[in-house]
């Protein structure tokens, strides 16, 4: 039982890093422009997140649907989901408005807030769910 | 302990490897892509340092910061809507005709605090027009309304128009 909760953890975890780091790899210079809006990296690091973000989040996405390098992919998993929920928080108390660029610059973009929080911790709790099972196999 | 150190020596492993993998990919990708970071680094900087925080304010802080003369209110809608009903003493320029009143609008909100009103469904426009207060008419702070300027009208904030009450 636990495998199956696993597997199917791992493979929602993995579609949704593919798919975010996807989106924002077609356009690195709006990723660079969503990670310097957030207000908290100088603009060369601001650049460099542009380019490294979304291929992180391609490469965790791909371990984590394939399996190979799991225990990797979730150290980085844990890692972008709590930098994420961290950004946002910060937006929030500096009183920002933002779209959170979760997926690159989609039609529908949410404003990061509460909802991107949830979004973010839910990330972070099936992380931590295939850690917990994959270490009880 | 030591075995606790052990394990997390291999997961720390695993994610070093798969972010150098990583690095390899962004570049690589980027260096292929013809809208590449790193072919313009010098635009994508400009437009990074040209960034400005953009505040998001709520109806009744709008209100209350009207009432004191805090604020400058910026109202972007077309001039239909805006003859209908609007903030008083709020500007106006339509975001169409913004480009021809940037001279004009300088005047009036240089050095001050402004929050652009447009509906909430053109909240990518007002976060465009925003950034350009601050860019081209030298306003010190800008922002956006939470909920747009239709829930400006839930609070006391004083009125006028064709429609007001």
């Known amino acids: ?137 | 302990m030591s075995l606790l150190r052990c394990s997390c020596f291999g997961w720390m492993k695993e994610a070093a490897a798969l972010t150098g993998l990583a690095v390899a990919l962004g570049i690589g990708a980027d260096l292929v892509l013809p809208q590449g970071v790193l072919q313009q680094t010098a635009m994508v900087l400009r437009d990074l340092e040209l960034q400005v925080p953009v505040h998001l304010w709520q109806p009744a802080q709008v209100a209350a910061a009207v009432e004191s003369g805090e604020i400058v209110l910026l109202d972007a809608r077309p001039p239909r809507d805006f003859q209908a009903l609007r903030v008083s003493g709020s500007l106006h320029a339509p975001v169409a005709d913004f480009e021809d009143m940037v001279e004009e609008l300088a005047v009036e909100v240089a050095g001050q605090q402004v929050v652009v009103l447009l509906p909430s469904e053109a909240i990518d426009e007002a976060r465009h027009l925003a950034q350009r207060v601050v860019t081209d008419l030298g306003a010190e702070a800008v922002g956006t309304l939470d909920g747009g300027i239709d829930a400006l009208w839930e609070t006391d904030v004083p009125r006028e128009g064709k429609e007001a009450p």
């Open chain 1, 1 to 137: 039982m636990s495998r199956f909760v696993s597997v199917v953890a791992r493979v929602l975890l993995g579609l949704v890093f593919l798919a975010a780091g996807g989106l924002k790899g077609m356009n690195p210079h709006g990723s660079a422009i969503a990670v310097g809006a957030f207000q908290m990296t100088p603009p060369m690091l601001s650049l460099v997140g542009g380019i490294l973000l979304p291929a992180i989040e391609v490469v965790t996405g791909a371990a984590l649907l394939t399996g190979f390098f799991l225990r990797g992919a979730l150290v980085l998993s844990f890692g972008l989901s709590t930098m994420f929920a961290t950004g946002v928080v910060s937006v929030m108390v500096r009183g920002l408005d933002l779209e959170c660029g979760c997926f690159g610059h989609l039609a529908i973009t949410p404003r990061a807030g509460w909802g991107t929080i949830a979004f973010d911790g839910s990330l972070l709790a099936l992380t931590l769910l295939i850690a917990f099972t994959t270490r009880r196999r």
